[in-house]
């Protein structure tokens, strides 16, 4: 086709690739003593955040140590937000062994978040009114999951039970069990399961899923094996992955380049959501790169 007959479009869209799975990214849930714990800890190389110190206990503590895992228990960290996203930091940017990273429970975490920010309003004297003892607890939470996006390896959010309600025949009523946590964490995950126990076995039933081996409603054996062979073993035990955050550099730059640009509010949530950062600092290397080159042409237009 020559320049002349050549097609001028604003069509953004691309022809579909062929994409893997990749890593797990998913939460459990279900009552206590289903085998949620249990369970994840069968993933290869886990590196697992206890947030509740159950799993201090000796069993579970060789059995971290025979899949080739590490432990960081309420004492190192464990229940602090803020703590728990460095550590995925470290491991999505640092050389390290482990596969899975477990989060249990993510119930314990943001709870705690919770109750932390109501004694910070009730001691000046403030009412914790119109959720606002919530919303610390939820930025946490989409930072926490903007670093599970980017991080290369598979992530379990543990969760406890927490009853739905809904309106049946005009009455609010009981109508099934949601993981006890932020209430948008199932939609920003591939893969919700509810453990149950059926007399002597222990089942996953799948309550969402955007996967082809996990169709909405099925259950299975809550076992490693089972779970491999539906969702890939090769992609699940593969090595991981590591990214290289943005250089203090790039970020002071990007700085600078937003004291001359005219950036509006909507182009920085813009640039800030397909980064999956909350922050400058938070940026990858590449996106840096992108962030600089997309500000220095907008300044020069």
């Known amino acids: 086709m020559s320049k002349k007959d050549a097609v001028v ?3 953004k ?5 062929s994409v893997s799975p990749g890593k797990t990214k998913a939460v459990i849930f279900g009552k206590s003593g289903v085998g949620k714990t249990w369970f994840v800890t069968s993933f290869p190389n886990p590196y697992y955040i206890d947030t509740e110190g159950g799993a201090d206990l000796r069993h579970y503590q060789e059995r971290l140590k025979a899949a080739g895992g590490a432990y960081m228990g309420p004492q190192d960290g464990a229940l ?3 703590t728990v996203i460095e550590q995925m930091q470290a491991l999505a940017t640092e050389k390290h062994g482990y596969k899975t990273l477990i989060i249990d429970s993510i119930t314990k975490l943001f709870q705690t978040e919770i109750a932390n920010e109501q004694e910070r309003i009730e001691s000046r004297g403030n009412k914790d009114e119109f959720g606002a003892s919530k919303k610390p607890a939820v930025r946490w939470m989409r930072r926490l999951i903007n670093w599970a996006t980017k991080l290369d390896m598979n992530i379990w959010f543990v969760a406890h039970e927490a009853t739905e309600w809904g309106l049946v025949n005009g009455q609010r009523s009981e109508i099934g069990q949601i993981p006890d946590s932020w209430d ?3 939609y920003e995950l591939d893969l919700t399961l509810r453990a149950e126990k059926r007399g002597a ?5 799948v309550r969402k899923s955007r996967l082809t081996g996990f169709p909405d409603g099925e259950s299975f054996p809550l076992e490693y094996a089972d779970f491999a062979e539906r969702y890939g073993k090769d992609f699940i035990e593969a090595p991981v992955a590591l990214i290289t955050k943005a250089e203090e550099a790039q970020v002071d730059k990007i700085k600078k380049l937003l004291e001359v640009v005219k950036v509006t509010p909507e182009e920085t949530e813009k640039l800030m959501k397909k980064a999956s950062a909350e922050s400058w600092e938070e940026l990858t290397k590449e ?4 962030v600089i080159a997309w500000l220095e ?5």
Request: hydrophobic share 40%; no cysteine.
């Open 9 to 11: 479009t604003k069509l």
């Open 13 to 17: 869209a691309r022809e579909p690739l």
């Open 287 to 290: 996106q840096a790169d992108s």
């Open 201 to 205: 076995s222990r089942v996953a039933v």
């Open 297 to 301: 042409k907008k300044g020069k237009v």
């Open 80 to 82: 602090d937000f803020g």
């Open 184 to 186: 948008k964490l199932i």
